[in-house]
């Protein structure tokens, strides 16, 4: 009985965050926030053990790299990117040229989000987002956040299917919604991923004409995604 009573509160928080029609275009800032979680309402997800930490060799400033953008091999300075005091668990990343980190810091739900910012131009609609859940928290819960992010997207599901471009998720989705490529339209790719005993969801959301582009800057700052707690790693050296 007190599943179903959890599982019926969670419907009833999903419901009230989720809108009714699918916007046309994206509200700056536009992300996954998830339902107001409770441990105390919601059944709890199988036990998984935290990292054990260990000590880790420094990281540069700077990393000298290349990368492909629309199709063409660039030289680049990437920049680390250390997750501030509060941020838990703590990361580090390197930052490609032409975008900006911010940062969310809190208790049980921290995030960051990489933006464009060309020639100093932000665009708060072409972003990547990574956002940890509560510990403790089931994976139907979290699986229910998404879903109400995608159903806003384009509540009929015509725009959305599964993904294989993030090997490293438990279930991925790719998405587009609003106008066509050419009049405005938006993409991006989002998946459901773990560490130790966290969930956490990876977002990539921008305009479809800046697919070219967004896509390999977002790869690499997963591609050097490090947690500094034991050194792992999101794609595998």
Known sequence: MNHRIAL????????????????????????????????????????????????????????????????????????????????????TTYLPSGLQVDFETSDSTP???????????????????????????????????????????????????PSQGWPWTIEAWDFQYGAGPDQGGFMGTIGIARYGNRFFHALAHYPAEYGDGMGPRFHRILQEWRWEIDGARLVPD
Do not use: K, M
């Open 8 to 91: 019926a509160t969670l419907a009833i928080l999903l419901a009230a965050c989720a809108p009714d029609e699918a916007p046309q275009t994206a509200a700056a800032g536009d992300s996954v926030a998830g339902p107001p979680f409770s441990q105390a309402t919601l059944p709890p997800d199988s036990t998984a053990p935290p990292p054990v930490a260990r000590p880790l060799p420094p990281r540069p400033q700077v990393l000298a790299d290349s990368v492909r953008i629309e199709g063409e091999w660039q030289r680049d300075e990437l920049r680390l990117v250390r997750s501030p005091d509060g941020f838990e668990p703590p990361f």
């Open 111 to 161: 995030s960051v989000r990489f933006v464009a910012a060309f020639a100093g131009h932000v665009n708060p609609d072409a972003y990547l987002q990574l956002r940890l859940y509560p510990e403790g928290i089931a994976e139907l819960a979290v699986h229910s956040a998404v879903e109400a992010y995608l159903g806003g997207r384009d509540p009929r599901g015509n725009g959305v299917s």
